[in-house]
């Protein structure tokens, strides 16, 4: 693999990477056809970090990929603002197969019971078999219809679920059996058998499901969120979880995050906690270095790039 | 639903059913056109319990539907030797969805290190995140291409696993990417990351995973057994887990099952049992109905029926 495109009759276009050296991202970048440079001599950067330590962006700056599908904690850093003639993209989508998995993992887990069994230590047959539930003919709703939620429901469709899809315009999404327009939500709880929160966070999603939802579901009902915590009224979700009138709690992101040491969902039964870890480090940089690739060849080229952020939608 | 076809020129087909009553069962057959009759009448009997109570069968007894996928049960007690001229069927592939089902989840669950989360009661992001492992790319080898095989052949595919299958013939099975007959079984070990045991238990199958496929295997790979226990040898399993030479060990059957007390399944890190209900029986008298229904139908059309036991190969 060449750093330049000997066959290009112009200069490579130069690209930055920071904070830090990254193999699989600087390799990434070179076989895009792009040059590695300096801050200060490049026309694009690729951030692998936060926004606590991001640069100050010298002129000839165009474009910058950020390196998460979230990028609510930019948003507050006013960065966007600030350099109203760059343009930003975010990783959105470039993880979605593996949180996909993982909210799959954790529906399936809760609906078949696997926490009580996990606590057996005795061959109880005649306790767990009834809590075994099925996703076969079951309703799931799937809030949100980025990547995650259109990476998931081919996953559910061979096991015989029915999805619906909520999003923002109500516009079909591809293999759901409905779309429901994000306005319309309320009317889902009710014909719905578990819910996968798996939308983009925004002041408008702050507790998407509250008490209302939690009400309307039943008492086998699943709830498995992979995107932000504060989607979730936890403390509501906590009582209908101890009244019995939804089935469980599978949660990768929780609210507050880290959740703290005591907190009531530590104990609870009937309670899957993974430590916002659906989309690992050793996941994550191989995935975002495609994803780098792939919109590195596109600036290249002139191309649209792939998860431009939108200032006014927060997303 | 009539329980005779009115629009039939003969009589109905007199079935009967037993051990019990079953509203489930008897709509079944009346639904496809067969009437319920006392065995001494019958032509065919759906017999809805094991061979202990199996009762004797009267000369004009033709057919008898089993409610069982495996029925290597039945084989010891020499029932199916002792009427030559009775068609004997399994329910196989009836319960398939559910089982196939429960494995993917059992597999999901074991690959993404959930045992290891449900433990935890604080946020070790940095001990667990490392653990979560994928299908994507992994290579899930299936014993057996019967019904459970092959319906989860179709739920692998979006999560983007590669499928060996294994099977008697090595006739291609549909959506594997590879399928092997079981004489070469022994070169899939070292290619495969996971291994999941759906293959009818004969006296041909008993420890087919044995301490040669387990030394192949590698430290991430789990094992899920949904077939029979002795499919797997246990002491070498327990062996492997203990040295880390495998990831873990998925059993909803075991060997001795019940798994008893003071098993060092029941304690070992790493291990998933389920106590064999992975076709629970809330899921599995429906799904027996609808198989009934359907070879009561062909019984009465004089078609061939699903699931006829070949007693030269011992399922």
Redesign the interface.
Not at 280 to 283: C, E, L, M
């Given at each position: 693999m060449s750093a330049t495109r000997s066959n290009s009759s112009s200069e490579p276009v130069p690209v930055a990477l920071g904070p830090h050296e990254n193999r699989l991202l600087s390799d990434a970048i070179t076989r895009a056809g792009a040059q590695l440079a300096d801050l200060s001599e490049a026309r694009a950067l690729v951030w692998d970090g936060g926004p606590r330590d991001f640069p100050e962006l010298p002129e000839q700056i165009r474009w910058v990929q950020l390196n998460s599908a979230g990028v609510e904690h930019w948003f507050s850093t006013k960065v966007f603002e600030k350099y109203p003639n760059v343009q930003f993209t975010s990783a959105v989508g470039a993880f979605s197969?593996?949180v996909a998995?993982?909210a799959?993992?954790?529906l399936?887990?809760g609906v078949?019971a696997?926490?009580a069994?996990?606590e057996?230590?005795?061959?109880?047959?005649v306790e767990?078999?009834?809590r075994?539930g099925?996703?076969?003919d079951a309703t799931v709703t799937i809030l949100g219809a980025g990547g995650i939620g259109r990476a998931l429901i081919?996953?559910l469709?061979?096991?015989?679920a029915h999805v619906i899809a909520v999003n923002r315009s109500g516009k079909p999404v591809p293999g759901a059996l409905e779309t429901v327009a994000a306005q319309q939500m309320n009317e889902v709880w009710e014909r719905s058998d578990h819910v996968v929160i798996a939308a983009p966070a925004t002041p408008a999603t702050k507790h998407v499901v509250e008490r209302h939802a939690l009400d309307a579901l039943k008492p086998h009902s699943w709830i498995v969120n992979v995107a932000r915590g504060d989607l979730l009224d936890t403390d509501a979700a906590v009582e209908a979880l101890r009244a019995g009138t939804i089935g469980g709690l599978a949660l990768d992101v929780t609210d507050p995050e880290?959740?703290p040491?005591g907190h009531p969902l530590?104990?609870l039964p009937n309670v899957?906690?993974?430590?916002?870890?659906?989309n690992?480090?050793?996941?994550r940089v191989p995935a975002f270095a495609d994803r780098v690739a792939v919109n590195v060849s596109r600036y290249v080229a002139g191309q649209e790039l792939i998860g431009t952020i939108d200032s006014a939608l927060g997303y």
């Open positions: 197969a593996s998995e993982h799959l993992m954790m399936l887990a078949r696997l926490p069994h996990l057996a230590d005795t061959w109880r047959h767990l078999a009834p075994v099925t996703l076969r081919p996953m469709a061979p096991l015989g880290p959740l040491d530590w104990s899957i906690i993974t430590p916002h870890d659906s690992p480090a050793h996941h």
